[in-house]
């Protein structure tokens, strides 16, 4: 089982990045996943969460609007588009999934994470 996130990067304020998750040796399809961030500093919250098969998304209110979080169950992957950056969103970012979670955006209750990717938002 493993989650494997790619995609962060260096972009100036107002650019776009797409984080990507691939996952292997489980499907994706019926798990709740999500996106996870962590500051310099700060404790990690979380940035986006979708309930399994499709389900309710939360996105956390700072990127309501700019983020958007998408499921390819054909690739069994993830991915967090991320539009009008802002230097408040750089951080380590990580993605989960959890078989048992039926939704929510907390941490903890995720038992799979990828390696985590670097974003960050400067000019």
């Known amino acids: 089982v493993q989650l494997q996130a790619s995609g962060g990067g260096l972009v100036q304020p107002g650019g776009s990045l797409r984080l990507s998750c691939a996952a292997s040796g489980f499907s994706l399809h019926d798990h709740a996943i999500g996106w996870f961030r962590q500051a310099p500093g700060k404790e990690r919250e979380g940035v986006s969460c979708m309930g399994p098969r499709e389900g309710t998304t939360d996105y956390l209110d700072s990127v309501k609007g700019r983020f958007t979080i998408i499921r390819d169950n054909a690739k069994n992957s993830l991915y967090l588009q991320m539009n009008n950056l802002k230097p408040e969103d750089t951080g380590v970012y990580y993605c989960?999934?959890?078989?048992?979670?039926?939704?929510?955006?907390?941490?903890?209750?995720?038992?799979?994470w990828g390696q985590g990717t670097q974003v960050t938002v400067s000019s």
């Open positions: 989960a999934a959890d078989q048992y979670i039926a939704f929510g955006c907390e941490g903890s209750w995720y038992d799979y």
